[in-house]
């Protein structure tokens, strides 16, 4: 097949009609994706909006009734996260940042190094990635089938299921495991989203099919505001109207239950001292983390007000 052609787009089915816990969902491994999967044929990738999405006010949402309308998914979605990539491409001055370089160089008898990337979205960085270190083996999972993906040698497959339920691969099979923008894929636990997995379960699933010594590449949006022009970066006197707006638009994430405030959550979850890993037998959690923080303008017409954009910690995992 030639790389300018679709490749395919795999569906795993789920199983957990109980929505089980973390227990039943460590048990979801390759070896069941690939019993369970099916092909997303060019027939059901033409009629996924039936299977996957609704439209709301002509705009095109997943149909999953516990994912609050944050962003919609469609091709003018697409075209906004291919522009948000190359955004951030430009702050960080790469598609990634850390140590990833050494952790992906080749190892004499060793088998091929694997990525995974979490709710890839459009594919942008999946596909760079994949260009860029050819020796390595990538996957790309999601919980929908957003765009048809081009074909390429080393992205063994692009995969739809419910990452809420679990991650479907076995422990320690992956030396990164990529993920952008959690805020906006995650669901805060909550009375009225009881059946959905949190953020916290999902730091607990990457943390499993980690290698020892892998890395998990975490970039997330601050939903604040700053004035770049001052001193302590303070907007409230300079733009208090962009304040308030900002301000309103967290108060409505959080009445939705989303995690408007991942950035300061996740660091929090990844800490070996965090009571998310008290009831482990080992140690566990995440070790060096490291955080680096890039100023994005939010338009170019406002020049002097900034917003803090990425917090991009990197760490590894022991």
């Known amino acids: 097949?030639?790389?300018?052609?679709s490749t395919l787009i795999y569906f795993v089915e789920d199983n957990q009609d109980d929505d089980s816990d973390m227990a039943s969902i460590c048990t979801m491994t390759s070896e069941l994706t690939e019993h369970t999967m099916s092909t997303l044929t060019s027939d059901l990738t033409t009629s996924a909006p039936l299977h996957y999405f609704r439209e709301v006010n002509g705009r095109m949402f997943p149909i999953d009734r516990n994912v609050p309308f944050i962003l919609p998914a469609d091709a003018r979605e697409c075209q906004r996260l291919e522009a948000q990539h190359t955004a951030l491409k430009l702050l960080l001055g790469a598609n990634y940042f850390g140590p990833v370089k050494e952790v992906l160089s080749r190892a004499p008898n060793q088998p091929r190094k694997r990525v995974l990337d979490?709710?890839?979205?459009e594919g942008t960085w999946v596909r760079e990635m994949a260009a860029e270190f050819p020796h390595v083996d990538f996957i790309s999972v999601d919980t929908v089938p957003f765009v048809p993906h081009i074909r390429c040698a080393n992205i063994l497959s692009y995969e739809v299921y419910d990452l809420?339920?679990?991650i479907a691969e076995e422990d320690e099979t992956f030396d990164i495991v990529h993920l952008r923008y959690a805020m906006l894929k995650s669901?805060?636990?909550?009375?009225r989203v009881a059946q959905i997995k949190d953020l916290a379960e999902l730091v607990l699933e990457i943390h499993r099919v980690l290698r020892p010594g892998g890395l998990f590449l975490y970039?997330?949006?601050?939903?604040?505001?700053?004035?770049?022009?001052?001193e302590n970066h303070d907007a409230s006197r300079t733009a208090p109207c962009l304040v308030r707006a900002m301000r309103i638009s967290r108060e409505e994430l959080d009445r939705q239950g989303v995690y408007a405030y991942a950035y300061k959550d996740v660091p929090a979850l990844l800490n070996p001292t965090?009571?998310?890993?008290?009831?482990e037998e080992e140690p566990r959690g995440f070790t060096n983390i490291t955080t680096e923080a890039k100023m994005c303008p939010v338009v170019c017409l406002l020049r002097s007000v900034e917003?803090?954009?990425?917090?991009?910690?990197?760490?590894?995992?022991?």
């Open 1 to 5: 097949m030639e790389e300018s052609e």
């Open 274 to 279: 965090c009571a998310l890993w008290r009831n």
């Open 219 to 230: 970039c997330e949006f601050e939903n604040e505001e700053y004035d770049a022009s001052v």
């Open 118 to 121: 979490l709710f890839t979205g």
């Open 187 to 191: 669901i805060a636990c909550s009375p």
């Open 164 to 166: 809420y339920n679990g």
């Open 307 to 318: 917003e803090p954009a990425v917090n991009v910690p990197y760490l590894w995992d022991e």
